[in-house]
């Protein structure tokens, strides 16, 4: 279920009632962005006041009393939820990567498996092509074309910028990847001016350590809208069943029918369509390497569940 502004401020909605996404909590008051870029003070009604209960994300109705004042009278359900700090309605994860600083490719993967448990698109995007040689796209192509839209942008040269803002277009964002691959170098691209700080280390989410910290969504144009933390639930992989991994590697859907065994798990068994298909050039033999890593880890990690 894809909801946007657009779409949710439909003719049922009574006159005076608006609609809009909350894209910031201070203290009891949200600020709600409506369809025409308009943003309105709400108080939560009733039991809605509870704090707590309205997450940044959220889509709602509002009944507006005044110029720029208003209440939030319902919470329209909710398509994910991702935590530490709690965001809701994602759209899409950008994962960003460029030739330099070297991809961490298992980060890449391990997004990736989350953005499908969440219920999340993931765009990989590709920044700094500037300096980017063939073999980098050859490599990237071939790993993610048959499970990710993929963008090739230099938000140096401003090369891609326009396809890629088409890509997310009208859509709610948020920009994951290792420091310094240039996430706040695209905004700013794609918002025309220096809208972030580029270069300085950004604020990481430290394990351990109790963060109050919240998020903001800001409206960059063309319907974009973008969180500026995407949640600390889809940078790390939580333990589940091994035997469940190979489900979140959807490029491997062409070739688990050929595996002799049910419920094969690609990893030692004989006659594995999927192993096949690596010997064959067909599956990316970095990718099922990567496979094996998160297989093992998991794995490791399952036997010693109840330790
Ligand atoms: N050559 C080249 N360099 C770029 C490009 N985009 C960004 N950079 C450089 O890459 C460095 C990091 O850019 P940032 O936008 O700060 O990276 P970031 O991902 O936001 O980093 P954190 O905030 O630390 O997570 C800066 O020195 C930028 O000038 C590009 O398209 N080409
Ligand atoms: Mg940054
Ligand atoms: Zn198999």
């Not at 502004?5 to 909590?25: C, E, F, H, M, P």
């Not at 070297?102 to 920044?127: A, E, G, H, S």
């Not at 469940?244 to 490029?251: A, N, Q, V, W």
């Amino acid at each position: 279920m894809e909801v946007s502004i657009k779409q949710t401020n439909n003719t049922k909605i009574a006159k005076d009632l608006r609609s809009g996404q909350v894209i910031k909590g201070v203290g009891g008051l949200y600020d709600v962005l409506l369809q025409d870029g308009s943003i309105v003070n709400c108080t939560g009604r009733g039991k809605l006041r509870v704090l707590g209960d309205i997450y940044i994300g959220d889509y709602v109705e509002i009944s507006v009393y005044k110029a720029g004042k208003g209440a939030i009278e319902r919470i329209f359900p909710r398509k994910n939820k991702l935590t530490r700090p709690y965001v809701t309605n994602i759209d899409a994860i950008v994962i960003c990567i460029a030739p330099i600083p070297r991809p961490d490719f298992l980060l890449v993967d391990k997004l990736l498996i989350n953005c499908i448990i969440q219920d999340i698109k993931p765009i990989i995007c590709v920044n700094k092509t500037d300096i980017m040689d063939e073999e980098f796209r050859k490599n990237v192509d071939n790993s993610y074309n048959d499970i990710a839209d993929i963008a090739y942008v230099s938000s140096l040269t401003g090369e891609g910028i326009d396809e890629f803002s088409g890509m997310i277009k009208d859509h709610f964002v948020s920009l994951a990847g290792q420091s310094a691959v240039g996430k706040s170098s695209i905004v700013n691209a794609i918002v025309g001016r220096q809208m972030l700080e580029v270069g300085e280390l950004s604020r990481k989410v430290e394990r351990g350590r109790h963060t109050t910290r919240t998020v903001e969504i800001f409206d960059i144009g063309h319907g974009i809208r973008l969180a500026d933390t995407c949640g600390f639930s889809v940078l790390e992989l939580v333990d589940f069943d091994p035997a469940e991994l190979s489900g979140y590697f959807t490029d491997f859907d062409n070739f688990r029918a050929d595996c002799k065994f049910r419920g094969c798990c690609h990893y030692n068994e004989p006659d594995c369509g999927v192993k096949n298909a690596v010997d064959k050039g067909l599956l990316s033999a970095e990718r099922y390497e990567r496979y094996m890593t998160l297989y093992k880890d998991l794995l490791d990690k399952w036997r010693k569940r109840y330790d």
